[in-house]
């Protein structure tokens, strides 16, 4: 198969170097340029020095176009000015610029198990977010059997690279190391897209979704608890999550409990069911850097491209 | 003063070895027994090994009753089975065994917050759980103005010495090191005595309180977000709050967000009150072996002996 | 390509579940039996609970001989109880119980940077140490010219998942998290092995390798520490470095210093070196589940049935 | 007892913040003022937010001379500029500007178990570093003994509190959990201080003292492993240690190994002997933040001011 010829604007960032160390061993993919202004001329592994021996490729300070897809790595706010370069490739922004509808822009919501067949169709493509990743794939099921009903409360803790590579007080070793604080409550930005699609599925769902965010004392993975008043039998909703769920790759129901190592370097998203009496828990775990950014990208990539969407996915587990 | 004679039954298990490190610094206190049966004969800093320099001490195979307070340390279940011993003292029991009301003994709830004159003039002391004590904190002032409604969630997340020091797969460090786990949801056994000490204040309040507990990456601590609808404006929350523990030395209302660290290796309680629109949330943290075991337990005995309830609680924090 | 017939013994371990983790997205490998008695006729994923998707193998409480390769993950002293059922087959055993040559057994050493000529041709293989393989790595291009003289102090660290999942005072994570220890200083098991390798290469050096082996605060890797003294110049020794390792895929010379997350989830081994007038430190790093025990174990594998070596292991990084 | 009137400069740094925990609560200190320009106005709880709830003081944008000693927090390289303003008063510099004896000022090394006697005399001390404090302990009686010989090395580890808050890549929570790096191998600044002490000793010893500094995986703590050669029988130096240090309050000789946790958030060392044939090596651990820096310094300040070392430093330990 001939190559897929890849570029990577914003090559200096943690969703990029995650991008990387798949790309690397992606069997179809060609990498054309990583660009980062700061770090051009340098290698690839002196920013991302876990990538030495793995690859010699160098930063790039100016951007090719002839290329067959572009991922924008950028910050949010800076992708949407320069997706305009990139108009005549296929693109997929890692950044939260064209997550929502607007008339303005023709980006499609890349969450494939909301939508595969339009991700195959689609020349540019909105990477989910992180927390909105996990809080979907909890809901959507239930969504689509226009099941939804009440409010929502989503306790959602995250690890440290969800807030990226830039230094903060709350980022830094001394504070974070045996930590846990709440940030952002009811008010997390991946709320419009959450329910952008839960509306595309169940559009009469007009309660809140309440998230609490909390920063966890680890620096990979989320872990979403989301509660809800349901009075249908456990069976049923089990049932509704299998097979909603059957024919995915990546989303596996688990029939007992779930700890958030169990996804940790996959592109793997895990749920667990329980209910007492009427009140229902969905646990939901994912890779921030993965199935919440990175891998999910490359799964987008590879339905877009007509490839198996496992391909280059296959990863090893951390385990610990 | 003259001293106060102390008895530790249970002694080589967390809360005791925290009760050793508040007491052998206890300006008022004489250790006149340390009771462990597979330790009898070894110097307490064997097993508690930080105490090397502390203390000459060593565990005790015999009860001594010539003693003005006992603590008891032992695992739930136990503790009722040797209180006969001890009935002529006064008896701080930090298990679960007494902290439910019933007519078959004569303990008294021990969360100074709720009852202080109770527990001054009291006998025998049920200390309060962890989980009980951060949740309830958090609970108490509205309760008090007989403003709880509605159903109210409690994501609770707890380190691992809430666990003790038994081994098992998820106090393992390969397996909790940057994990995170959710256990007991809708089910955690302190829920009784939340529910008792709720309804002493605000006995109409039938409501559910759905604690989801987890397990954070963490040694130390408890954080507990309840959230709750409430129409009441956020000053009057605030003002109840602080009118309320304007007294206790040891609760404090932050006005800025709060971290765990904030309060590990202190008998301290913050809360933080959040409000959007009608969602309510409040933060409460604590050291779960300190106010939320062992610094309690001290509290309680200060107040029974007619002492400054900070005395040998004024403790350095570890902030890091 | 005929895909090679694999047995695991000792499935239930974390060296099993490694290989397992690596083996399930192997390309040529088909995996016959996982043995393990305590868990026969669970599901693999039922103990190496982050492999749920990715397997349905069950354990299996009979060994099956017909197969080409089996991998002895057992206890230390168990493996040549169990090594002449399979003497048919190839064997990789990941037990010390074969790494000292005696005129007993026939295994080979399986240090591909060491041998790999000699491990190509071998039927039994006896997969290096941990420690070993760092402190080898970091050793041998000197050895292999004569240069080793006078004592050498190699300070090692290891994370807790080089102790096993059995549950240990040490292995629990109230103990364990911010915390640091050393262990069996100048006696580490793995001593003997070094020694036979650098005497393989230069039977002339008899100084002392001072090993003082540390408990790091982490789950994976091991950082080795090796100090001596050295007249050589620094670009010469560099330079026998890079030499000695050019074609070897998975030890790299780094020119910055190193740290231990570069090499976690991947087989490669990193060194660093510095001189300071003619005290030379040599700084190794390897991730002990891989590299250190079931990665090099499946290179092993590999190299005796002809495949590119790098085969199934070219592994995504954790990073963070 | 009249109150010892107490300025700190520098007070927003982690040394401040540390001094100011052990000091709210000493019974014979009045702070007087704690500045820092860039907080002046803001309580010191907006900064070491741990502190709520124990201090109203608020941060100075002034000094004042009206006190009886000013500890010093502020950076390598400013406490020399600024120790004219407090020269009629007593001085404890943390800073290691006055560590080495100059004819051009009059500070005193403020390590209480090299010489208890001056200390107490002294006007202006400097307060040893926290390598060095931990390296000296262990190297001091062998020094007294004049039984030092040969080259020694120390390999240490340091929590990241040892690199204060300033916000770097190392000291990046996503970076630096689960992680181990070496760094200034041979060339730690804190090996003046040691050898000057050594020195004063056993002014014939001229060998090389090798530190290898490693950044540990926690927060607070520093390990410190000397390994030298040594005839002398294991009794006679465990002999050696325990007299030295009999009366010192803070220093331990253990009979048993020892771990980084024993000695966290308190002002102790413990110290660690063990011998292989004539290869001895010396563990010992400290607090950084404590006896590594203001636990020290509070120390010296109780001796200048001839009160009991230990007063308002007998600190319960974290222990987990």
Request: aromatic share 10%; hydrophobic share 40%.
């Amino acid at each position: 198969m001939k190559k897929i010829r890849v570029g990577i604007v914003g090559g200096a960032g943690y969703t990029a170097g995650e991008l990387l160390r798949i790309l690397v061993f992606h069997p179809f993919v060609e990498i054309v340029f990583v660009h980062s202004k700061s770090n051009a001329g340098k290698f690839i592994y002196e920013v991302h020095d876990d990538l030495l021996g793995d690859t010699d490729l160098l930063f790039s300070s100016e951007y090719h176009t002839d290329i067959d897809v572009v991922f924008l790595c950028v910050s949010h706010g800076e992708a949407k000015n320069i997706v305009d370069i990139f108009k005549h490739t296929k693109i997929i922004d890692l950044s939260h610029d064209h997550r929502l509808k607007y008339p303005s822009h023709q980006f499609v919501y890349g969450l494939p198990e909301l939508q595969k067949d339009v991700i195959r169709q689609a020349q540019y493509i909105a990477n989910p977010g992180c927390f909105a990743t996990a809080i979907q794939l909890a809901l959507l099921p239930l969504a689509e059997k226009q099941l939804l009903k009440g409010n929502i409360q989503a306790f959602c803790t995250t690890g440290s690279t969800g807030a990226g590579q830039s230094l903060s007080e709350t980022s830094h070793f001394s504070w974070r190391q045996n930590n846990l604080s709440v940030y952002k409550a009811f008010t997390h930005q991946h709320l419009g897209e959450i329910r952008q699609s839960v509306h595309q599925l169940q559009n009469t769902y007009e309660e809140e979704i309440q998230i609490i965010p909390q920063r966890g004392a680890f620096t990979r993975g989320i872990m979403a608890c989301l509660t809800m008043n349901l009075k249908l039998a456990f069976e049923e909703i089990q049932n509704i999550y299998t097979h909603k769920y059957q024919d995915e790759p990546f989303v596996w129901i688990s029939e007992r409990n779930i700890h958030l190592k169990q996804v940790i370097n996959t592109n793997k998203c895990l749920l667990y069911i329980e209910k007492h009496e009427n009140n229902l828990l969905i646990t939901s775990i994912i890779d921030n850097l993965l199935k919440g950014a990175s891998g999910q990208a490359v799964q987008n990539m590879n339905l877009m491209f007509g490839l198996d969407e496992t391909t280059g996915l296959k990863l090893k587990s951390t385990a610990f």
